[in-house]
């Protein structure tokens, strides 16, 4: 089992730099790194919750390149830190890789794979602390005007007792600048 996590975060990490020292060829002819970040969009998440001795952050900042008017794919990080008094902490930190597909205008459909490192701290004795790496692969779709989707995405990868989430479903809101 830990030799396939292993060979899920090298393969994962492989890709990430594949996918930069592709992009990094265009940027040795002037003109070619002009024309390449005319095509880089940039968005992302920040969350924050809290209640009743709760605390919940996210800041999770990603990039696309827009291939065509069609398609796009880019990278996205993700850093969460939650905590519950006297009951635990967690933090999360991973990156995601994400593919966006709009076959018309007003429909986008979306892939994304997720991979977090979680880390459990409890503050009694009924759990055990944990880390551990997470992988989550969404499939998604949404309705889209302009720079901004909004839709469902689900969870092919979910397991309710590793992931980070409640449920496999979670519904999603996109802006790319």
Request: proline share 3%; net charge neutral; no cysteine.
């Amino acid at each position: 089992m830990k030799i396939s996590k292993l060979s899920n975060l090298n393969f994962t990490f492989l890709f990430i730099i594949f996918f930069i020292i592709y992009f990094q060829s265009f940027s040795q002819d002037q003109k070619q790194k002009s024309d390449f970040w005319k095509h880089v969009r940039y968005g992302g998440g920040i969350g924050l919750s809290f209640g009743d001795g709760f605390f919940s952050g996210t800041l999770a900042p990603s990039a696309i390149y827009d291939f065509n008017d069609q398609f796009s794919l880019g990278l996205g990080l993700n850093g969460t830190y939650n905590s519950s008094k006297n009951s635990y902490n967690s933090t999360i930190f991973g990156g995601s890789i994400i593919s966006l597909f709009n076959p018309i205008d007003e429909i986008q459909l979306s892939g994304e794979f997720e991979l977090l490192n979680v880390n459990r701290k409890f503050d009694n004795n009924l759990f055990k602390d944990d880390n551990y790496w997470y992988p989550a692969l969404f499939l998604g779709a949404g309705y889209r005007v302009n720079n901004i989707a909004i839709g469902i995405r689900y969870d092919v990868l979910y397991d309710r007792d590793k992931s980070i989430y409640a449920d496999p479903w979670a519904p999603f809101f996109r802006v790319y600048f």
